[in-house]
């Protein structure tokens, strides 16, 4: 395995090999994805990691490395909440429906938000989607640029080109 050198600047030239299971970043990239994965802003984070939002940015729009392991450990922290989520879905449902059924009641505006913020959470949270390894990250950015590549050809009158590329 190996790891980024924190002494040294961010460059895939910094990667120096480990022998322990050593985490693949340096030590603002973990203060940072550590940030993200808590729900924190990409502001936020930098503010954590000490360095700028746009090297946040970068990291997760840029470094194959950095975007794998924040979608693993997403896809972690959904894992590890998922049933506790889903148990309270029912919960949310039922303060709904007291609420519903039940208009004198003294907690119902505590109650209907929390219930409401419970069912939206389940709705627009879901399950993280993503590549998890750098490969798999690298294949998506080959895959989005080819597809980028063709939609010029075909505005640029040059779709039969993109044709004979593909029989290639």
Do not use: C
């Amino acid at each position: 395995m190996a790891r980024r050198n924190p002494t040294k600047s961010d460059s895939r030239q910094d990667i120096v090999p480990v022998e322990t299971e050593a985490i693949p970043l340096n030590g603002a990239q973990e203060l940072a994805l550590i940030a993200l994965v808590d729900g924190q802003t990409v502001t936020e984070a930098a503010s954590r990691a000490r360095v700028t939002r746009q090297t946040v940015s970068l990291w997760l729009n840029q470094d194959a490395v950095f975007i794998a392991l924040y979608n693993q450990r997403r896809a972690q922290l959904w894992a590890e909440h998922e049933l506790k989520l889903a148990s309270l879905m029912g919960t949310a449902l039922d303060a709904l429906q007291d609420i519903l059924e039940n208009s004198l009641h003294t907690q119902a505006p505590q109650r209907l938000k929390a219930a409401l913020a419970v069912l939206a959470m389940a709705r627009e949270k879901g399950q993280p989607k993503g590549p998890m390894t750098e490969e798999d990250v690298q294949d998506e950015w080959a895959s989005e640029a080819e597809t980028r590549l063709y939609a010029s050809l075909a505005r640029a009158g040059l779709g039969d080109l993109s044709a004979h590329i593909n029989k290639k």
